[in-house]
């Protein structure tokens, strides 16, 4: 298994290497001086006389040879060193700034493999509290469908495409009917299950491509894409008679009542929500449990 390289073990051998050579210079002037010529010794008072008598050419040619092969490898670990700080900077940045995952296989010493690990675990914990967060703020926390918020940023995406495409939608409002009055029998516990299990059961009932949302206390809405009024008249009664039939834990059966409505061009959602609504009411005062759908003459 291959070692990462260590900044501090390439300094250390660096200056280890620069050692001997300063130790094989000295020694290689002992040697000269004792063994090789020790007649020198004899006039020799210091090392000044000595490198005079012998005009010292050996000493400066090793001195300089010495001291080129530093410079050499100095600049060589400075070169080594400065690129992998660029190279861990520019992934740095990338990190910073757009959340990019630094490639830990691509720098060179082991320091920069460990600050590239921290790095990528706080990338990977930034963005996993960030996902959890946003699902969190778009998120029903009793029926964990989606929220108001997260349905009006779903109808202004698709309201958008409407008018650039001439696409169509629709909109299914319903809430629970006499829903007050399970909770003045039962508690708003059992309440609070009914609405839990109303929504499973719609979930299973829809496109995935729909839209499903707690528009607020017992009052859902769907959003249906590429669907008209017709389409979403015939989904809405699947629903109603789904719900109608459906047994419901502590409390038997209920019933729902729909309203629903086609977008048009230059719609808000405040109008489209209106024209649902307006027909959820005529629901509501012609009984109950029906589905009506918004035309001009509703």
């Not at 990019?100 to 990528?120: G, M, P, T, W």
């Not at 108001?148 to 909109?171: M, N, P, Q, W």
Request: net charge positive; with cysteine; glycine share 4%.
């Amino acid at each position: 298994m291959k070692r990462d390289k260590s900044i501090v073990q390439t300094f250390f051998f660096s200056v280890l290497f620069v050692a001997v050579l300063v130790i094989l210079t000295v020694g290689f002037f002992w040697i000269y001086r004792n063994i090789v010529n020790p007649e020198i010794n004899a006039n020799v008072t210091s090392w000044f006389d000595y490198v005079l008598q012998i005009k010292a050419i050996e000493l400066i040619f090793i001195s300089l040879f010495g001291v080129v092969i530093s410079i050499v490898i100095s600049r060589f670990i400075s070169l080594n060193v400065q690129s992998s700080f660029k190279t861990f900077n520019d992934f740095f940045y990338k990190a910073a700034h757009d959340l990019q995952k630094i490639d830990e296989n691509s720098l060179r010493y082991k320091e920069f493999k460990e600050l590239a690990k921290s790095v990528n675990y706080m990338i990977d914990n930034y963005t996993e509290q960030k996902k959890r967060l946003e699902i969190e703020a778009s998120t029903d926390p009793l029926t964990k469908i989606a929220n108001r918020l997260k349905f009006d940023s779903v109808f202004v995406e698709y309201s958008e495409l409407a008018k650039r495409y001439g696409d169509t939608f629709s909109i299914i409002l319903f809430d629970v009917d006499n829903f007050k009055n399970i909770n003045d029998t039962f508690g708003h516990k059992v309440g609070d299950n009914v609405l839990v299990d109303l929504a499973n059961l719609v979930k299973k009932e829809i496109r995935k491509s729909d839209t499903f949302a707690r528009w607020g206390g017992e009052e859902f809405v769907i959003l249906a894409p590429q669907s008209d009024l017709e389409q979403t008249i015939v989904l809405a009664e699947k629903l109603r008679s789904k719900i109608e039939e459906h047994n419901f834990k502590d409390i038997g059966n209920l019933t729902c009542s729909f309203g629903v409505a086609e977008f048009k061009n230059g719609y808000s959602l405040k109008e489209l929500v209106k024209c649902a609504d307006d027909v959820l009411y005529k629901a509501k005062r012609s009984g109950k449990n029906r589905v009506y759908g918004y035309t001009k003459h509703s």
